[in-house]
C-alpha cells in the first residue's frame, strides 16, 4: 500500500489522537471501569514517549483480568458488539473493516474510516453501549470508557503486525488454540 496524506484530524484528551485522512487505524477501547488505579498511574508515569509500552502493559493487564466488569464474555453482548462491527462497514459505509476481536473487557479494531474517526467510535460504542445495557438490564450506567486508544497505520508491515496482534489476541490470552476459534473475531471460521 502506498499512503497519501490529505489532511490530519488532532485532538487531545488524556491521549493525543491524530487520525489522517485515508490511513487505516488500529483503535482499542475498554469497559468502563477495568483498569485498576495502580494500572493506570503504571501507564500515566511511563509518559507518551513510551506510548507502545504503555499500551501493552494495559493490554496485558486486561487480557488476564478476572475481576471487574467482563460484560463481553456474554456471547449475547459479544455478538452485539460484532454486529455493530460489520453493519458500521456493510450497511453504513462508515469505514472499511480490516479486523477486529471482542475479548472480554475490550476491543481492538483494525479500520479505515469514511468518515470522521470520533463519528465512527461515537456511535460503536453508543449503540454497543444501549443494547448492552439492555440486555443487562442496566439503566444510565457507563458500559465504555468514555476515550479511546488510537494509532495510525504508518506501513504496509506495520499493518500486518497490527492485525496478526488483533486475531492472534484470543491465542494469547490463552482462551483458543487458533485465532479461527474465536468467535468474535475477524478471523473467525464456523
Known amino acids: 500500500m502506498r499512503y497519501t496524506v490529505r489532511a490530519m484530524v488532532f485532538y487531545r484528551r488524556n491521549l493525543p489522537h491524530w487520525h489522517p485522512e485515508g490511513r487505516a487505524i488500529f483503535l482499542t477501547w475498554r469497559l468502563h471501569g477495568t483498569l485498576p488505579e495502580d494500572v493506570l498511574r503504571?501507564?500515566?508515569?511511563?509518559?507518551?514517549?513510551?506510548?507502545?509500552?504503555?499500551?501493552?502493559?494495559?493490554?496485558?493487564?486486561?487480557?488476564?483480568?478476572?475481576?471487574?466488569?467482563?460484560?463481553?464474555?456474554?456471547?449475547?453482548?459479544?455478538?452485539?458488539?460484532?454486529?455493530a462491527l460489520r453493519r458500521g462497514e456493510a450497511e453504513l459505509l462508515q469505514y472499511t473493516l480490516h479486523a477486529f476481536v471482542v475479548m472480554a473487557n475490550h476491543v481492538h479494531v483494525l479500520l479505515t474510516p469514511k468518515i470522521e474517526l470520533r463519528r465512527v467510535t461515537n456511535g460503536l460504542k453508543g449503540v454497543t453501549a444501549h443494547d448492552a445495557n439492555r440486555i443487562l438490564r442496566r439503566k444510565a450506567m457507563p458500559f465504555w470508557q468514555v476515550e479511546s486508544f488510537d494509532h495510525w497505520v504508518r506501513s504496509n508491515a506495520q499493518f500486518d503486525r497490527i492485525r496478526a496482534y488483533i486475531e492472534n489476541n484470543p491465542v494469547h490470552a490463552g482462551l483458543v488454540a487458533r485465532p479461527q476459534d474465536w468467535p468474535w473475531s475477524s478471523a473467525y471460521k464456523k
Open 42 to 83: 503504571a501507564v500515566r508515569n511511563l509518559g507518551p514517549k513510551r506510548a507502545g509500552h504503555a499500551f501493552r502493559l494495559a493490554d496485558r493487564f486486561l487480557d488476564g483480568a478476572t475481576s471487574g466488569p467482563l460484560w463481553l464474555k456474554e456471547p449475547q453482548i459479544a455478538d452485539c458488539v460484532v454486529a
